[in-house]
């Protein structure tokens, strides 16, 4: 019975996993490079959430499409006044990296500067009560977070594959030059891959602070998180993202029956340098890196 617990409790933080985790892969895919500042967007969401609620009075769905809208158009900005200049300079992808992390610790301290280091409560009404799932119990707003996270990443994949602009994700990916040559333009299609990944980021911080509240240090293990669903997953393959996040999720909570929950960050690092040593092509790899 405790095992089934762990397993369900597991699969709700893998939704969460698995929304950062397609946010992060999406801009991976497209630019060939780790965007550390995703997890600054990530904590910025709930932030904006919060202002745009508690101090400004909004209601709680305007204040999370405003702090979703806002935390898309920081990303949209980094892109443009940052990684593109860098990368029309013939920046490699160490500098680009270099830059994402200097760009996380500005605003992550930015963040603790403005809002304070402590911690914030975020909270939209009343989700009492629980579920029983076979035995297992799980909150109606955890389920609701595991359901809505689940949900979007579905949605995102279905966009990414039945959609001309998923195509057009895809086809700059794999060669933005060719792409180019296709009619296709590279640039816009990165900026709103930028946009949208941000906002995924954005709605996944406001979901993990409505159920554990937030800090402005939250984002550094979210990105741990969506690096190791990302390279458990296969880091060209959409739907490996998300069998990555559950995995993670599973293993991390798993392991607590064991270890201790001090250990999570632990087993996400031993999980990420098995696979990096073992498997650096993911459990699924994308056809064109099969063999």
């Known amino acids: 019975m405790l095992l089934w617990q762990l397993f369900i409790n597991g699969l709700v933080a893998a939704g969460v996993y698995a929304l950062v985790a397609v946010g992060f892969g999406l801009i991976y895919r497209t630019t060939r490079f780790f965007n550390f500042a995703h997890g600054a967007v990530y904590t910025l969401g709930p932030y904006l959430a919060y202002m745009f609620s508690k101090v400004l009075g909004f209601s709680a769905v305007l204040s999370v499409l405003l702090a979703t809208v806002v935390c898309a158009a920081v990303g949209a900005l980094m892109e443009i006044s940052i990684y593109r200049p860098l990368r029309r300079a013939g920046a490699s992808e160490l500098t680009l990296l270099l830059a994402a992390v200097g760009i996380f610790t500005i605003c992550q301290n930015s963040i603790s500067a403005v809002f304070g280091d402590s911690t914030t409560a975020l909270r939209f009404g009343s989700f009492s009560g629980t579920i029983q799932l076979f ?18 990443c579905l949605a995102v994949t279905i966009l990414l594959w039945r959609t001309r602009f998923g195509n ?76 990555g996040a559950v995995f993670l999720g599973v293993a991390q909570h798993v392991g607590v029956w064991r270890v201790g929950s001090q250990w999570q960050d632990t087993i996400a690092f031993t999980l990420l340098l098995f696979f990096m040593i073992f498997r650096p092509k993911g459990i699924f790899p994308s056809p064109e890196t099969r063999g």
């Open 168 to 243: 057009a994700i895809l086809a700059v990916g794999a060669d933005p030059y060719l792409a180019e040559c296709s009619g296709i333009d590279s640039g816009r299609v990165t900026l709103q891959v930028f946009a949208l990944g941000s906002a995924l980021a954005a709605v996944a911080g406001i979901l993990v602070a409505l159920d554990t509240d937030m800090t402005p240090l939250m984002g550094y293990g979210a990105m741990l998180n969506a690096v190791v669903a990302v390279i458990i997953g296969g880091t060209r393959n959409p739907l490996g993202w998300l069998f």
């Open 135 to 152: 035995g297992a119990r799980v909150t109606v707003l955890q389920a609701v977070i595991a359901g809505t996270a689940f949900c979007l």
